[in-house]
Protein backbone atom coordinates (compact mmCIF):
# COMPACT_ATOMS: atom_id res chain seq x y z
CA UNK A 1 0.00 0.00 0.00
CA UNK A 2 1.11 3.74 -0.60
CA UNK A 3 0.31 6.32 1.67
CA UNK A 4 0.15 10.40 0.99
CA UNK A 5 0.84 12.31 3.80
CA UNK A 6 -0.53 16.34 2.51
CA UNK A 7 0.20 19.38 4.82
CA UNK A 8 0.62 23.25 4.52
CA UNK A 9 -3.48 24.05 4.28
CA UNK A 10 -4.98 26.78 5.75
CA UNK A 11 -6.62 30.17 5.90
CA UNK A 12 -4.52 33.13 3.83
CA UNK A 13 -5.81 36.25 2.43
CA UNK A 14 -6.28 37.07 -1.36
CA UNK A 15 -2.63 37.91 -2.79
CA UNK A 16 -0.98 35.86 -0.17
CA UNK A 17 1.02 32.56 -0.65
CA UNK A 18 0.93 28.96 0.93
CA UNK A 19 3.15 25.97 0.32
CA UNK A 20 1.26 22.61 0.09
CA UNK A 21 3.38 19.61 0.66
CA UNK A 22 3.05 15.69 -0.07
CA UNK A 23 4.79 12.80 0.91
CA UNK A 24 4.49 9.32 -0.03
CA UNK A 25 5.19 6.16 1.87
CA UNK A 26 4.67 2.76 1.55
CA UNK A 27 4.99 0.39 -1.13
CA UNK A 28 6.15 2.54 -3.83
CA UNK A 29 7.72 0.37 -6.97
CA UNK A 30 7.35 3.62 -9.48
CA UNK A 31 5.70 6.88 -9.80
CA UNK A 32 4.65 7.36 -12.96
CA UNK A 33 2.36 10.83 -11.81
CA UNK A 34 2.42 12.54 -8.87
CA UNK A 35 0.94 16.52 -8.02
CA UNK A 36 -2.46 17.98 -6.90
CA UNK A 37 -6.01 18.17 -7.77
CA UNK A 38 -8.40 20.42 -6.04
CA UNK A 39 -12.23 20.17 -5.44
CA UNK A 40 -13.98 23.94 -5.64
CA UNK A 41 -17.59 24.07 -3.52
CA UNK A 42 -20.08 23.04 -5.88
CA UNK A 43 -17.32 21.97 -8.54
CA UNK A 44 -15.69 18.94 -9.76
CA UNK A 45 -12.41 17.78 -8.46
CA UNK A 46 -9.86 18.98 -11.38
CA UNK A 47 -6.31 18.89 -11.81
CA UNK A 48 -4.02 21.59 -10.44
CA UNK A 49 -0.93 20.80 -11.44
CA UNK A 50 1.13 17.37 -12.02
CA UNK A 51 4.67 16.13 -13.02
CA UNK A 52 5.51 13.09 -14.81
CA UNK A 53 8.34 10.77 -14.25
CA UNK A 54 10.12 12.68 -17.02
CA UNK A 55 9.95 15.83 -15.23
CA UNK A 56 7.76 17.64 -17.24
CA UNK A 57 4.75 19.19 -15.52
CA UNK A 58 1.39 20.11 -16.19
CA UNK A 59 -0.30 23.05 -15.17
CA UNK A 60 -4.21 24.26 -15.31
CA UNK A 61 -4.93 27.36 -17.18
CA UNK A 62 -5.75 29.22 -14.10
CA UNK A 63 -3.07 28.77 -12.23
CA UNK A 64 -0.26 29.36 -14.83
CA UNK A 65 2.20 31.66 -13.55
CA UNK A 66 1.08 31.47 -9.64
CA UNK A 67 1.45 27.95 -8.49
CA UNK A 68 5.13 26.48 -8.90
CA UNK A 69 5.45 22.03 -8.38
CA UNK A 70 8.64 20.95 -7.71
CA UNK A 71 9.77 17.27 -6.74
CA UNK A 72 12.39 16.00 -4.28
CA UNK A 73 12.59 12.30 -5.73
CA UNK A 74 14.93 10.83 -2.66
CA UNK A 75 12.18 11.93 -0.09
CA UNK A 76 8.79 10.75 -2.35
CA UNK A 77 7.67 14.40 -2.47
CA UNK A 78 5.81 16.82 -4.48
CA UNK A 79 5.66 19.80 -3.00
CA UNK A 80 2.68 22.89 -4.85
CA UNK A 81 4.19 26.67 -4.03
CA UNK A 82 0.73 28.80 -4.22
CA UNK A 83 1.67 32.85 -4.95
CA UNK A 84 -0.73 35.41 -5.51
CA UNK A 85 -3.92 33.62 -4.31
CA UNK A 86 -7.24 34.35 -5.00
CA UNK A 87 -10.41 33.37 -3.79
CA UNK A 88 -11.24 31.56 -6.27
CA UNK A 89 -8.33 29.11 -5.32
CA UNK A 90 -10.05 28.44 -1.99
CA UNK A 91 -10.73 24.33 -2.02
CA UNK A 92 -10.11 20.99 -0.68
CA UNK A 93 -7.00 19.91 -2.76
CA UNK A 94 -5.87 16.52 -2.79
CA UNK A 95 -2.68 15.05 -3.36
CA UNK A 96 -2.41 12.22 -6.38
CA UNK A 97 0.23 9.64 -7.49
CA UNK A 98 -0.18 7.05 -10.08
CA UNK A 99 2.21 4.24 -9.75
CA UNK A 100 1.34 -0.02 -10.27
CA UNK A 101 -2.43 2.47 -9.27
CA UNK A 102 -3.80 5.26 -8.65
CA UNK A 103 -3.66 6.98 -4.49
CA UNK A 104 -5.22 9.99 -4.01
CA UNK A 105 -4.57 12.15 -0.41
CA UNK A 106 -7.31 12.67 2.62
CA UNK A 107 -6.94 16.62 1.19
CA UNK A 108 -6.62 19.51 2.75
CA UNK A 109 -8.39 22.48 2.88
CA UNK A 110 -7.06 25.66 1.06
CA UNK A 111 -9.61 29.38 2.11
CA UNK A 112 -8.39 32.69 0.50
CA UNK A 113 -10.42 35.33 2.13
CA UNK A 114 -10.85 38.46 0.20
Known amino acids: QVQLVESGGGLVQAGGSLRLSCAAS????????MGWYRQRPGKQRESVAV???????NYADSVKGRFTLSRDNAKNTVYLQMNSLKPEDTAVYYC????????WGQGTQVTVSS
Open 51 to 57: IRSSGST
Open 26 to 33: GSIFRINI
Open 96 to 103: YLQGAREY
